[in-house]
């Protein structure tokens, strides 16, 4: 394994892992109704929508309750193991 691959490595886990801190943030928020105008909500909203938008409109709320972002963190840490090991190997 060479320097950069495991740097590789690292920067994708990293950015992946705060994805998924972000998309729980979000769904721990959405129980209390934050302000909408808040920056923080704001800024998770923009971080977020582009991977829970398309999920929502595949998965229906079971009972109320939206499923998404448990789907979507299931799939982020997925796609984690499978990035990191690929950067991994790639790297010798």
Excluded: C, H
């Excluded at 490595?9 to 769904?27: E, G, M, N």
């Amino acid at each position: 394994m060479t320097a950069l691959s495991i740097m590789a490595a690292r920067l994708t886990s990293l950015v992946l892992t705060l994805l998924f801190w972000a998309i729980l943030i979000r769904a721990i928020l959405s129980w209390v109704q934050p302000d909408p105008r808040n920056p923080i909500v704001q800024f998770l909203e923009r971080v977020t929508g582009p991977i829970l938008y398309p999920l929502q409109r595949i998965i229906p709320p079971l009972g109320g309750i939206d499923l998404s972002p448990l789907v979507a963190m299931l799939l982020i840490e997925l796609l984690k193991g499978l990035l990191v090991n690929a950067i991994l190997n790639l790297g010798g």
